[in-house]
């Protein structure tokens, strides 16, 4: 099967999506099938990204970026010239997926599946009058794709709802990792701490994202300092951020913060080992890998509802499932409560590694995929629609 993904980013830009449609690509390619991306320039932007370019990956010249929306008609030229038995969309809000959809139109022989990575990528007053503009492109894009994949059956209610989505053509696959990718040596946590001067007898609280007003940094930032001030933690906040909204937090932050970027893999790992609760406050997400790595490395969290997190953890269970709009003073007691119950920290911590380890693994949803991609090219076939096997496919981009 040739699959071609087609997303706003890829590697070496650092993202949720961006490791999801890399490891898909690789996942694709150890079952026997032909993985090829087309994505923008864009994800070229971040010259000290630890990740490299990525072969069969065409990186399309970005001509506009409104909103960090890149608009690619080189993109848009090569989806119309690039055959595949599946086209792989991700997320509902960028412009790829739009023009992806509008350069298909006139051929509906090939499946499309779209993963929604989430709602709302942009909130706030301007967040709502954008997305009411873009509700009619997202219900063209919806119309015109043969499967929508979510990540969790909040998700796919409210797509359902609030966009009129056919709920048959609606699939459910978690986001998932591979645990077994994720050991981390106990002396490579322990020279990660002496690198970044973390005390091991003091508490570590850990942010693992990008430093952007979405993600919420801030608020962990004014809870911990306006509302722990005599709290002995300490946190590392781990994220690639640019501008007034990234350099304010720094300013914010007391003498317990580290900031970090740009880590390797391997460093993220050591992390995430040296770290004994992970919080996470975004507006909206997905279903985010960052927290499903903390959960596999037995760290409780403190996160939000947003998007699939809600379906995934539950409250007193898995850490502390805060609501949608947390104040800085929930944040803080949510923290406190977990910094000072050391026992409660290590019963949670079995109880997440075994989670992850059961239900999102990583090779259980690229099988999921596979079998969504199946079903489509099978509708296509039975309903005639499906290409002739004699025409010849490539999926070169």
């Known amino acids: 099967m040739d699959v071609v993904q087609i997303s706003h980013l890829h590697r070496p830009s650092i993202g949720g999506i961006e490791n999801y449609s890399h490891r898909l690509c690789e996942s694709l390619r150890a079952r ?7 994505t923008t320039d864009a994800s070229l932007r971040n010259d000290r990204s630890p990740l490299g370019v990525e072969a069969d990956v065409a ?18 030229r090569r989806v119309r010239e690039v055959d ?59 119309r015109h794709v043969d499967r929508t994949i979510v990540l969790g059956e909040s998700e796919k209610r409210r797509l359902v709802t609030e966009y009129g989505a056919d709920p048959e053509k609606v699939t459910v696959v978690p986001n998932g990792i591979d645990p077994d990718e994720h050991a981390v040596d106990p002396l490579a946590v322990d020279a990660f701490r002496e690198a970044y001067g973390l005390d091991p007898d003091v508490p570590t609280v850990l942010f693992v994202g990008r430093l952007v007003p979405l993600k919420r940094p801030d608020l962990l930032v004014e809870a911990v300092v306006d509302h722990l001030p005599d709290t002995d933690c300490q946190v590392v906040v781990v994220g690639h951020g640019e501008g007034r909204y990234a350099d304010s937090l720094r300013e914010r932050a007391d ?12 460093e993220l790992l050591a992390a995430y080992g040296a770290a004994d609760l992970f919080v996470l406050l975004s507006a909206a997400e997905g279903l985010p890998t960052v927290v499903l790595e903390a959960m596999n490395a037995g760290l409780p969290v403190v996160t939000t509802p947003a ?10 269970e898995h850490g502390r499932l805060l609501p949608a709009t947390p104040s800085a003073i929930e944040v803080a007691a949510a923290i406190r409560g977990l910094v000072d119950d050391e026992a409660t920290r290590l019963a ?50």
């Open 84 to 142: 595949a038995d599946v086209y792989h969309l991700h997320s509902l809000w960028y412009l790829t997926s739009l023009a992806t959809i509008h350069a298909l139109r006139r051929d509906r022989s090939t499946p499309v599946v779209m993963t929604l990575h989430g709602f709302q990528p942009i909130q706030g007053p301007v967040g709502r009058l954008l997305e009411a503009a873009w509700r009619p492109f997202a219900r063209y894009v919806l």
């Open 255 to 266: 003498g317990r913060f580290t900031f970090l970027s740009n880590l390797p893999f391997e």
């Open 307 to 316: 998007g699939a997190l809600g379906d995934v953890v539950v409250d007193g």
């Open 59 to 76: 990186y399309c010249r970005t001509d506009l970026a409104p909103f960090r929306n890149p608009l690619s008609r080189e993109l848009y």
């Open 348 to 397: 949670t911590s079995e109880r997440n590694r075994a989670y992850v380890r059961e239900a999102f693994s990583w090779e259980s949803v690229a099988d999921r995929i596979v079998a969504v991609y199946e079903d489509v090219v099978a509708g296509k076939a039975g309903s005639g629609e499906v290409r002739s096997e004699a025409e010849p496919t490539t999926s070169t981009v």
């Open 32 to 38: 026997g099938h032909r993985a090829a991306v087309l």
